[in-house]
């Protein structure tokens, strides 16, 4: 692949030292990585020279708007390689991956995902501006006709897999009943089509969005729905309204918005949204035999469950036959199987046992009170069962070695049968009198072993301490 090399010494000057193929993911492009001894480019190889075509006047043009995206360096005469700024390896997929895996996302985490939507809402609006959408590959505008596509693609890929009988002729009437609903907002706005989190890249804590070729001149809720329901996202819903709620504010400073109105529309495109990636699914998974999109279909199907709960009328065939689509028994018997996390308290009796967050019944409680208490000796008054002379203390008398022994014997069992039945939450809580010396040694230990010997997340509060640590799940 000599195109691309000759591309980076022309751009460089310097000799090409590494050339490494990056993964694609869904996409028919190949990307490549090349380094130079003081410079990294990535480039690109796409066989369909109207889409290169597409992204390559896209990202000039976002370029120079001041959007975040990879700065377009050069092509080839053929326009079948370019080259592009190198905006380094993490994705925002890998950058929130604790909390898709947990479903709680930390301050940093939703930090980034703040400055996404905001981010958004200015290359929505910013990105139309002096635009040409005719350059757009394979429609210029958002329409009727791609909505249609749509449909008959989660029909034809995925609904008609699923062996469900429906009849055709009033579910087409409400795909056009939807579609007209789809149509009833317009604006002059950017719609970038495919926005989710692998396809923006975090680079010094700030996002660059890529992979935007397929986008056209379309309404602005598609690409909401599209990020914040994204189907291994797993955003709880205080945190899409959240984030939501930051779009809004973001998008109100640059054009005049009725927040109730974009509400109701955003439900319509979620489900839109939602059957255009199970259809996408099914032809990446069932004719293509990338099985690795089939492992998506219940995070999707999970959201679609959600989002038919609070769906209006307005296309009531269609909701009938995905209710009956979610029942089926295959899709009933495959879970989205959440990492089991495990919660561990110590707690002091006087103040009452810790309340279960997770609504699963609160697992195990430990009474540490019969062991032989260190709090009645006043030389360890002020310290806990995290110092030194407290475990020494509790080791040396020996009550709290065959307690712990057996308690760790019963939790051990469960977290391997939670793990393998699926379950996501258990809650172990040891207390004493005061939530000082024996519970917090017992919670501590025991917190220490579940993670070193089963590898899940643990996460340990020391309620009367005010203190917490967290075990991180390891890969």
Known sequence: MNELENLFKQQ???????????????????????????????????????????????????????????????????????????LGDTLLFDAIAEG??????????K?????????????????????????????????ERSILWDLNYFKYCFLKSTGLDFHENRLEDDF???SKILLRSH????????????????????????????????????????FLWQAKAQYRQELREELIQTYLDA?????????????????????????QVLGAYGFRGYFEKKTHFLQSIPFALENLRGILK?????????????????????????????????????????????????????????????????GKYERYAYSTGLDESVKQFLEDDGEILPFLEHAQELVDASVRRYKDRGFANLMVSFGCTGGQHRSVYSAQKVAEHIHQTFGVEVQLIHREQNKEELFAAKN
């Open 251 to 275: 998008l109100k400073e640059l054009m005049p918005v009725d927040e109730d109105d974009f509400r109701i529309q955003l439900k319509h495109f979620v489900l839109f949204r939602t059957l």
């Open 310 to 374: 609070n769906q209006s009328l307005e296309y009531p065939y269609l909701l009938q036959i995905l209710k009956q689509m979610t029942e089926l028994k295959q899709f009933r018997e495959v879970a989205v199987r959440k990492p089991l996390v495990v919660k561990i308290y110590s707690f002091s009796y006087k103040k009452g046992i810790p309340n279960d967050d997770s609504g699963n019944g609160g697992g195990f409680v430990f009474d540490c009170r019969a062991v032989n208490n260190p």
């Open 12 to 86: 460089t000057h310097e000799k090409l030292l590494n050339k490494e193929e990056l993964s694609a993911s869904g996409s028919n492009r190949r990307y490549f990585r090349l380094e130079s001894k003081n410079t990294s480019l990535i480039g690109v190889e796409g066989t369909s020279i109207e889409e290169n075509k597409a992204f390559i006047e896209m990202a000039k043009h976002f370029f120079k708007q001041g959007l975040p995206v990879p700065e377009f360096l050069e092509q080839t005469a053929d326009g079948r390689f370019y080259i592009q700024e190198d």
């Open 100 to 109: 898709r895996k947990t479903g709680v996302f930390c301050e940093s985490e």
């Open 176 to 178: 056009y009943s939807l």
């Open 111 to 143: 930090e980034i995902l703040r400055k996404t939507m905001r981010k958004l809402a200015g290359f929505q609006v910013l990105g139309a501006q002096g635009f040409d959408f005719s350059i757009c590959y394979p429609q210029p505008e958002f329409n």
């Open 187 to 226: 604006t002059n706005t950017f719609m970038y089509r495919d926005f989710q989190s692998r396809n923006v890249m975090v680079k010094d804590d700030e996002p660059y969005f890529i992979d935007f070729q397929g986008g056209r001149k379309g309404p602005l809720y598609y690409d909401v729905a599209s």
